[in-house]
């Protein structure tokens, strides 16, 4: 049975951090790309980032580009999201997701201004 489990989120001050995780089970994890998404109240949800299997490979959004990276440990079945220089825009629930649309929980990402 495939799960993702989310952790990491919280209250964060404008140009702060946070790092986000996925633990992944129930699927060869290291044979899949894995992504990111993210949900605002009252928004459509958004692909935030992908890292490839290997995780050699990463694309981002343009919002996040350059403030966000995106890694995997395939060895732990994780893989992480590390937000940095953040914005009240980046307040959301965020994803992790497999390619076939499975997802965990979320976890919520609050960031004051």
């Known amino acids: 049975q495939v799960q993702l489990v989310e952790s990491g989120g919280g209250l964060v001050q404008s140009g702060g951090s946070l790092r986000l995780s996925c633990a992944a089970s129930?699927?060869?994890?290291?044979?899949?790309?894995m992504s990111w998404y993210r949900q605002a109240p009252g928004k459509e949800r958004e692909w935030v980032a992908t890292t490839s299997s290997s995780g050699f490979i990463a694309t981002y959004a343009d919002s996040v580009k350059g403030r966000f990276t995106i890694s995997r440990d395939n060895a732990k079945n994780t893989v992480y999201l590390q937000m940095n220089s953040m914005k009240p825009e980046d307040t959301a629930v965020y994803y992790c997701?497999?390619?076939?649309?499975?997802r965990g929980q979320g976890t919520q990402v609050t960031v004051s201004s």
């Open positions: 129930g699927f060869t994890f290291s044979n899949y790309a």
């Open positions: 997701r497999t390619p076939a649309g499975r």
